[in-house]
């Protein structure tokens, strides 16, 4: 499976962005699917997941509330929509792939694209 992450940019506090994972060679029903940011200096950060099978969504506390992920199965497609972004959002954004993981731990994932830069100003 691969995955190809797009969308981000250059956003203003308080700003919106929508991220893409376009995911080939496996339709999403066979993968959890998640996004993950790095800050400079800093590890990664699990942020959330949406399951493979069932829908089911997680989120990190620090997005609860301003980021929703979403999948279009038929653009075999996953979403990141990111309102209310604020300076600390700034990273480079990831997508990833794992099997029936259900967890945000980015150790976790097996298949990783190549990552979005996400830059807020204040």
């Known amino acids: 499976v691969q995955l190809q992450a797009s969308g981000g940019g250059l956003v203003q506090t308080g700003g919106s962005l929508r991220l893409s994972c376009l995911v080939s060679?496996?339709?999403?029903?066979?993968?959890?699917i998640g996004w993950i940011r790095q800050a400079p200096g800093k590890e990664r950060e699990g942020l959330t997941l949406i399951t493979g099978s069932d829908r089911f969504t997680f989120y990190a506390d620090s997005v609860k509330g301003r980021f929703t992920i979403s999948r279009d199965d038929a653009a075999n497609t996953v979403y990141l929509q990111m309102n209310g972004l604020k300076p600390e959002d700034t990273a480079v954004y990831y997508c990833a792939a794992g099997v029936r993981i259900q967890t945000l731990n980015p150790r976790r994932y097996d298949y990783w694209g190549q990552g979005t830069q996400v830059t807020v100003s204040s």
């Open positions: 060679g496996s339709p999403l029903s066979y993968y959890d």
